[in-house]
């Protein structure tokens, strides 16, 4: 079992930046994959940005260039930077993990509102 918890989420106004944080209740090394998900109002959850295995990430097109995640493996935590923030990146976030097995975990989410 794995859970997850995110911080981080809020108000911005256009060309803001937030920092999203997902804790983990186990050591990142055990963890397959994992990442951000997104999901806006009236759309379907979309990938944002994911450690794959080993260091790799994945990024969404979107969000390339604006958004960094990363990772504080002492901490289990992964982060993600959100940078020059627009209207269109407003959604709830979401943290997913992944093992192995083929299991995976979802945190509670955490709502990012990008609004002036």
């Known amino acids: 079992q794995v859970q997850l918890v995110e911080s981080g989420g809020g108000l911005v106004q256009p060309g803001g930046s937030l920092r999203l944080s997902c804790a983990t209740s186990?050591?990142?090394?055990?963890?397959?994959?994992m990442g951000w998900y997104r999901q806006a109002p009236g759309k379907q959850r979309e990938l944002v940005a994911v450690?794959?295995?080993?260091?790799?990430?994945n990024y969404a097109d979107s969000v390339k260039g604006r958004f960094i995640i990363s990772r504080d493996n002492a901490k289990n935590t992964v982060y993600l930077q959100m940078t020059s923030l627009k209207p269109e990146d407003t959604a709830v976030y979401y943290c997913?993990?992944?093992?192995?097995?083929?299991?995976?975990?979802w945190g509670q989410g955490t709502q990012v509102t990008v609004s002036s």
């Open positions: 997913n993990a992944g093992l192995i097995s083929g299991e995976t975990y």
């Open positions: 186990r050591s990142i090394f055990t963890i397959y994959h």
């Open positions: 450690f794959t295995s080993g260091s790799n990430t």
